[in-house]
């Protein structure tokens, strides 16, 4: 356990400089290649071993790697030197400064071999970098650590195996990388230390039940901190400078190419730690891969933080397994989310009815079916679980996303205890949607989707207003834009919601998932923080593919849908941006599709209303560049707008001709005349017109119904970034309690 202590505190400290070299020379040096680098062009920061009794002066490395003495302490030193000053200055002259270079090596060369002892002394069989099928069984018992072995020679070998001889001299082991993570993964399945017996295999089971690991209070404890210590050993990428490349166009902007192929694909920042955890052909065993997948998966799903519901539990008692699924949740969302090769947009954005959207990575140098597919071993590992194991991950994410609501509204303040990783459980929900499209199709058919649409409007309608958890509202709106994609998934949201909500749909009878999905996307832009603007556009799409499936709107959703379009049509919006014009367009396709496809399922929700806001709609089509509209609520005389010096008539002609709003026009202009004699200023007035809606047909005089137009999620190398950004710095977050790496060179900004 010192041992895995020592290596968690040693790896972020090699790598906090990824270009100085020290954690090149340390971890990814071969033991031959010990004390033959005689050149090292970097120098580590740190302070060279000089002697106080041999030498007055002392050496320093300054910032550009040259080597000065330090005329203060030299002078220190002098003033208090009891001796003459002829013994000192020969004293001084006799002392050689050490070069910068040879000390990095000695450093260096000395904590691999530290590296190198220590894995020998306390890992399992690591003159074999490559793990076999029965190094499991053959490992033994000493002090709760397992004793090293000697590597054997392949069965096909007709050679006999070797005696054993002394590791520093004749085994060549690979680079100490290899050995670290082959010895923890190791560690973390070998009994008693990671597990409390043999770890029992259940062929043709699902994934999720391959294998068993039996635990008990210490081994859980132990598996913790070996996660912390293969984190601490991918944590390189926390110390990488924030600059980042852009885009393939030349003089150009990413947000403004044009053609999307020319935008440059996403590949992960180098991360060598990762790339031989996730490496099919020269990485870690293939064995120990399943069953981390296995190990970590059941650490996550299979935790309860309720337990027998006992009130108040989590105080009386420290909940390791807690410690244990938040480590496990890191580890496999970064195994998840690296990439060896380069992630590009799919050459063909189909976005026809029943489409459904896949990633597409970039070809790699393997052709072929199975795992040749794949540039990732954990990911092909997470394309073999069944649909089995889809059920039981969903229903173990969604309770853990549903936890902290949950917690917040139970008759005793604080009785049950409330999960704190549902930013990473999103994180997690995301990774399996993108790496795995086959358990995306079938959890947009599965019903408990609705469960998790529930807990991620829940985040978006607390956070909207909050500039500190912006970041859990851009994923979040990632995941719905991504599932509204699906046909299956629009016609889940019709069905009723009977758990508490805390917007204004909760006063409505027969409340729906839609009706709290439009609800919580139109507070979002109109009464959200500004920075997120940038997502009012998904939002609106997001919108725009569920309208066509969902019935029976009620009718604060339908004055929702009114207020957006009265917000976004007004001429000072319009005006802010030469592009503001494109959430006219969304907004009119969310009504021509409840007019061509849902007429009667939402006639009281959003018809009535559209009647009664019609001036809106004359307004937009009479709306003129630097003159304002005809009379009606969004464009008034009285308005006083500046018009700025891009808003021509091309500029307005360009887009108006265009807008999609001959479908309500025709709508309205066949209801309205006949709607006006029977206002006749009662209380029954809104009943009379709802019955005439009803009984209203308009076949044969709207326009032919348009193809309905499902908008697919494609994500940019700007989303991937950002999901990488975000993952790492909850990871970081969660290691302040260690002050893993509080003393390193990384830097936390305030987010006013």
Not at 55 to 76: F, H, L, M, P, R
Not at 140 to 149: C, I, N
Not at 192 to 210: C, D, N, R, T, Y
Request: net charge negative; proline share 6%.
């Amino acid at each position: 356990m010192t041992c895995v202590y020592i290596m968690t505190r040693l790896a972020p400290i090699a790598l906090q400089n990824p270009s100085s070299g020290f954690a090149e020379y340390v971890f990814w040096s071969s033991d031959e290649e010990f004390g033959n680098k005689t050149e090292i062009t970097e120098v580590v920061e740190s302070k060279n071993p000089v002697s106080e009794t041999d030498s007055a002066s002392s050496v320093a490395t300054d910032t550009q790697g040259q080597v000065s003495t330090s005329e203060k302490e030299q002078t220190n030193s002098a003033s208090s030197a009891p001796e003459p000053q002829e013994q000192e200055t020969n004293s001084a002259s006799s002392e050689k400064p050490i070069p910068a270079a040879e000390t990095k090596e000695q450093e260096t060369e000395s904590v691999s071999e530290k590296i190198i002892e220590a894995l020998d002394d306390n890992g399992a069989g690591v003159g074999s970098v490559g793990p076999t099928e029965d190094e499991i069984e053959d490992v033994k018992e000493t002090e709760g650590l397992v004793t090293p072995e000697a590597p054997s020679a392949p069965e096909s070998d007709p050679v006999p195996v070797p005696e054993p001889v002394e590791v520093e001299e004749e085994l060549n082991y690979g680079p100490v990388g290899h050995i670290l993570i082959d010895c923890l993964l190791k560690l973390l399945f070998s009994p008693p230390f990671g597990v409390s017996a043999q770890p029992e295999a259940h062929e043709g089971k699902e994934v999720l039940h391959s294998f068993k690991f039996p635990s008990t209070y210490a081994t859980d404890c132990s598996r913790a901190e070996i996660l912390l210590c293969i984190l601490a050993c991918c944590s390189g990428t926390l110390f990488y400078p924030p600059e980042r490349e852009t885009s393939e166009v030349p003089g150009d902007k990413e947000k403004e190419a044009k053609d999307l192929g020319q935008v440059k694909g996403y590949k992960s920042l180098p991360n060598k730690f990762i790339h031989y955890l996730i490496d099919i052909e020269d990485g870690c065993s293939h064995k120990y891969a399943s069953m981390l997948v296995t190990s970590l998966l059941q650490s996550i799903v299979g935790y309860d933080p309720i337990g027998w519901g006992v009130p108040y539990n989590h105080v009386l008692f420290y909940d390791v397994k807690e410690k244990l699924m938040e480590r496990s949740l890191h580890l496999l969302c970064l195994l998840l989310d690296y990439t060896k090769n380069e992630l590009k947009l799919p050459a063909t954005m189909s976005t026809s009815l029943g489409a459904s959207p896949a990633f597409h990575p970039a070809p790699t140098t393997n052709t072929g079916s199975g795992i040749d597919q794949y540039d990732n071993l954990f990911v092909y590992l997470i394309n073999q679980l069944s649909e089995t194991d889809y059920s039981t991950m969903l229903r173990g994410i969604c309770s853990k996303l549903e936890n902290p609501i949950m917690a917040a509204n139970t008759w005793m303040p604080g009785s049950t205890k409330m999960v704190k990783c549902n930013q990473e459980f999103l994180l997690l929900t995301w990774q399996l949607m993108r790496r795995n499209r086959n358990f995306f199709r079938w959890m947009v058919r599965d019903a408990n989707v609705v469960d998790l649409v529930y807990a991620i409007l829940h985040f978006v309608n607390d956070a909207r207003k909050d500039p500190s958890r912006t970041l859990i509202v851009q994923l979040s709106i990632f995941i719905l834009f991504d599932l509204s994609s699906e046909r299956s998934f629009s016609t889940a949201l019709n069905k009723p919601l009977i758990k508490p909500v805390k917007t204004d749909v909760k006063n409505d009878v027969n409340v729906t998932y839609a009706d709290f999905l439009i609800a919580t996307l139109a507070r979002l832009v109109l009464d959200g923080n500004p920075s997120l603007q940038s997502l009012w556009e998904y939002c609106l799409v997001t919108l725009s593919n569920i309208s066509a499936f969902v019935t029976n709107v009620s009718k604060t959703s339908g004055v929702k849908l009114l207020r957006l379009f009265q917000a976004l049509t007004q001429p000072k919006f319009l005006y802010e941006h030469p592009l503001n014009y494109r959430f006219c367009f969304f907004l009119l396709e969310i009504f021509n599709n409840v007019l061509q496809y849902q007429y009667h399922g939402n006639i009281e929700g959003i018809l009535y209303n559209l009647v009664r806001a019609r001036r809106m709609f004359q307004a937009l089509i009479t709306f003129q560049t630097g003159q304002e509209g005809a009379e009606g609520e969004v464009l008034t005389k009285s308005s006083n707008v500046p018009v700025p010096e891009w808003a021509t008539e091309e500029w307005l002609l360009s887009w108006k001709n265009s807008l999609p709003i001959q479908t309500v026009l025709v709508f309205l202009n066949s209801v309205v005349p006949s709607i006006k004699g029977l206002y006749k200023g009662t209380a029954t007035d809104e009943q009379a017109v709802l019955t005439f809606l009803r009984q209203t047909t308009l076949v044969g005089i709207l326009p032919l119904p348009h193809p309905i137009l499902l908008r697919q999620f494609f994500p940019l190398p700007q989303a991937y970034r950002f999901v990488n950004e975000y993952l790492w710095s909850l990871v970081f977050l969660s290691t302040l309690e260690t002050d893993l790496f509080g003393s390193l060179a990384v830097r936390l900004f305030l987010v006013k």
